[in-house]
């Protein structure tokens, strides 16, 4: 872990909004006498990865700085008939957002026996009367093949709204529990939203399921969606080894997703083995110079005639002149990396006059809207899951990841700590460097 992050115990408690005192509904769906492995508060996953001596989950001194454990409660905050959610998903499109959806109304209705499950459309444009987007009522009837599609039932937008108008829309509409689906953000309007409930002296839960597709959000093993955008990447890269092969001196150059972390690029690289250069925001480069990008991409095609490069979108921005300030969500707008870079090649071997044929492909429009692959699908219902468990226990201002393998319960407030970027130092850009051969540098 960076040690830049001084992270204590107090650091990783989860607020709660009172005692539960209600026997979970859950046992109804076992034989009697069977016990149901319900999980405790005291049941921790160590926060350090260097204490290699303890493994996985267990009983520790809260003094260690340690994360809850994600699951089901013996006893539970909120009574479920009298209870009603409201489920949101905001920013770019993420592949799996309609399996979340999916779990988390299946898991409210099937297994708590909620009383009413809010979809709000456009994400948080929803809750403003002004916008005129319809609230959705959702059942598992509506929801359920939705997991057969990309995209999100609710549909998203970018950017925040009025607080105090998403809490008297809470109110009016006597919801107890919310459901936020989104990036770095989007959980920091959650974090608004919960402190202007708390603010106000209401009851209810604020949960979040991270979204980040490019796997960048911190103190999580993954996020959903991740295996599935590379998956899919590697689908590009593969069209972009063949059109390189079929031209002398063929370049195949792919843009893949990633603003502020190459984890895509990466393992989409190392899952398609044919990849010769990726360049990723965390790893700066120059081109020129006896070192640079481009005399050693020379250099390859004159030994190989012919190569596959992958650029992360967020890769080089210093190179790239021009400011195109900031999106909806705050955001800095970046700079179109692959479409320059594509540019200076062929300015470069033009100068030269060697004949060269790149071929540029952007799937990342492709990417986000696919249906979840298996084992994402998996992964989000789990999420889900947890996040319905951790809201009936009365738990807020927290979303559900997994650390070192164990679904867990994470402070909403960590996530204003930083990004989850690829080590230039680490094993997986070793990995990238042995898989391309490039050099450890381009200068």
């Not at 309609?98 to 708590?112: F, G």
């Not at 990008?293 to 004159?302: D, I, T």
């Not at 298996?374 to 990841?401: I, W, Y």
Request: hydrophobic residues 40%.
């Amino acid at each position: 872990m960076n040690p830049e992050y001084k992270i204590e115990a107090k650091d990783l408690v989860i607020r709660t909004l009172g005692k539960p005192t209600i026997p979970s509904p859950i046992t109804r769906f076992l034989k009697p006498g069977v016990p149901y492995p319900f999980v405790k508060d005291e049941e921790r996953v160590v926060f350090d990865d260097k204490l290699k001596e303890v493994v996985g989950r267990f009983m520790i001194d809260r003094e260690v700085p340690s994360f809850e454990c994600a699951g089901p409660r013996e006893k539970i905050f909120f009574t479920p008939s009298k209870t009603n959610c409201a489920i949101v998903t905001c920013g770019g499109l993420c592949p799996g957002l309609n399996d979340v959806i999916r779990s988390l109304v299946l898991e409210c209705h099937h297994r708590y026996g909620m009383n009413k499950i809010y979809g709000i459309p456009y994400g948080y444009q929803g809750f403003i009367p002004e916008y005129g987007h319809k609230v959705i009522e959702l059942t598992p009837e509506s929801v359920a093949n939705i997991h057969l599609f990309g995209g999100t039932l609710l549909a998203s937008s970018r950017g925040q709204q009025p607080t105090d108008q998403i809490v008297k829309w809470l109110l009016d509409h006597d919801v107890q529990v919310l459901f936020v689906i989104g990036g770095d953000g989007t959980l920091r309007g959650a974090m608004d939203i919960s402190e202007e409930v708390r603010r106000q002296g209401c009851t209810i839960s604020v949960i979040g399921i991270p979204k980040t597709i490019d796997n960048d959000i911190m103190f999580m093993d993954k996020s959903f969606g991740f295996e599935t955008a590379f998956a899919e990447a590697v689908k590009t890269i593969a069209c972009a080894h063949t059109e390189a092969l079929g031209a002398p001196n063929g370049i195949g150059l792919v843009k893949l997703m990633g603003r502020h972390s190459g984890f895509i690029a990466c393992y989409a690289a190392l899952a398609m083995s044919d990849v010769n250069f990726v360049l990723i925001p965390e790893v700066p480069f120059a081109l020129d110079g006896e070192e640079g990008f481009l005399p050693v991409l020379e250099r390859r095609l004159k030994a190989r005639r012919h190569a596959v490069v992958v650029v992360a979108e967020g890769a080089g921005q210093d190179l790239v002149t021009g400011e195109l300030g900031t999106d909806a969500s705050g955001n800095a707008k970046l700079k179109d990396i692959g479409l320059w870079l594509k540019s200076k090649v062929e300015d470069y071997f033009k100068v030269r006059d060697m004949e060269v044929n790149l071929k540029y492909l952007d799937p990342s429009y492709q990417i986000r809207s696919v249906p979840a692959s298996p084992q994402d699908s998996v992964f989000c219902m789990r999420l889900a899951q947890n996040a319905v468990h951790a809201a009936m226990s009365g738990k807020t201002e927290m979303l559900v990841g997994r650390w070192h393998g164990n679904f867990v319960h994470l402070p909403i407030m960590l996530t204003k700590l930083g990004r989850r970027r690829v080590n230039p130092l680490g094993d997986l850009w070793l990995s990238v460097l042995e898989s391309t051969g490039q050099p450890v540098s381009f200068k």
